[in-house]
């Protein structure tokens, strides 16, 4: 079986620790959770993650198979296989669903123990869903979600307040719009549903990211967005190049998640996409009043962190902006 990693069906973190640590000549070595010191002798100039007792619970894995008694199955997950450790079966899960939905064991926990399908829950297409999305490479990138300040997500909930708070507020939310049985058909019910967030990562030649994005993929060109001409743009500036790192990329990830609750509060608008890279942040919902948009928008308290932001507004009824111009996949 190919080298592959699983995650979680709820929180969209790794349900193991393998991952690729690059070498001086450009090659990759897979770290092996599995394995004694990740399966290698490092050497000074490689950089495999540092993992310790607060990451123990990534590797702790439950199953819920899709046979018709669904069984529960507890164990570990390697390329793909989650390998129960009372029986001995194993499963084929691909990336966290195929013959078994797969979770956390803490995840599970707090989800309330399901037992069954119906009572399973999982995040896939929620904006949260999309900020562990940017790391979902062929093995999950430790180090690229560590360095962008979103390290404590990977401590275990049952120690760590925050982490524990992520993954309960996704449980919450994810009860409340319930799962993804069909296609949006209108703009209310995309801002209602909230399924449909994904992300993306543009590398350089050397795999190093250029910029990430956030954005909808539920709008249709033969979507009725009549009612939302107005295109809002918040441009935020915070260097002369580069990828924010750090505390700073956190900053303007949660920019993204204030703004779109700002702006689809009470039907005013629809977020559509947040971009950061290359210098600035920028960030693009369609709305019905330009004046209500900008009001809820400035009070935000991150806007103009770390440097007064700029509104490129623009009227925009077909949304060719969103459908020609940022070069996103679209139906």
């Known amino acids: 079986m190919g080298v592959h990693g699983a995650v979680c069906q709820l929180c969209g973190l790794p349900t193991q620790h393998d991952h690729y640590v690059p070498t001086k000549g450009g090659m990759l070595k897979i770290y092996r959770g599995s394995a004694e010191h990740g399966g290698h002798t490092w050497e000074a100039d490689e950089r495999p993650f ?3 007792p607060s990451h123990a619970w990534l590797a702790d894995a439950v199953g819920l198979s899709r046979d018709p008694e669904c069984r529960l199955l507890r164990g570990t997950v390697e390329d793909g296989g989650l390998h129960d450790t009372a029986s001995g079966e194993d499963l084929f899960v691909w990336d966290g669903d195929d013959e078994a939905l797969v979770y956390h064991h803490r995840c599970w926990e707090l989800m309330g123990g399901p037992t069954t399908l119906d009572g399973a829950l999982r995040g896939h ?39 524990r708070a992520r993954v309960t507020a996704l ?17 209310a019910e995309i801002v209602s549903m909230d399924r449909d967030w994904y992300s993306v990562a543009a590398r350089n030649d050397d795999r190093s990211r250029r910029h990430v994005v956030h954005y909808r993929t539920a709008p249709r060109r033969d979507t009725d967005r009549s009612a939302y001409p107005q295109l809002v743009c918040v441009l935020k500036d915070y260097a002369p ?14 920019f993204f998640v204030a703004m779109k609750a700002a702006v689809e509060r009470d039907g005013l608008g629809i977020m559509v996409l947040a971009a950061i890279g290359e210098g600035k942040g920028q960030y693009l919902a ?11 928008i400035d009070a935000l308290p991150g806007l103009n962190t770390p440097r007064p932001a700029e509104y490129d507004d623009e009227n925009d009824p077909q949304w060719q902006v969103l459908f020609e111009e940022m070069g996103l996949p679209r139906r």
């Open 286 to 296: 369609y709305v019905r009043d330009v004046k209500e948009a900008h009001a809820r």
């Open 171 to 187: 449980i919450d939310r994810v009860r409340v719009i319930g799962p993804h049985e069909r296609d949006p058909e209108t703009v």
């Open 125 to 163: 297409g929620t904006p949260e869903w999309s900020l562990v999305g940017l790391y979902h490479e062929q093995l999950f990138e430790f180090w690229e979600l560590a360095d962008d300040g979103k390290g404590w997500m990977l401590e275990d909930p049952s120690t760590n307040e925050r982490s």
């Open 241 to 254: 190049d580069g990828l924010a790192t750090g505390e700073l990329f956190s900053q303007l990830e949660a």
């Open 50 to 52: 540092i993992f310790g």
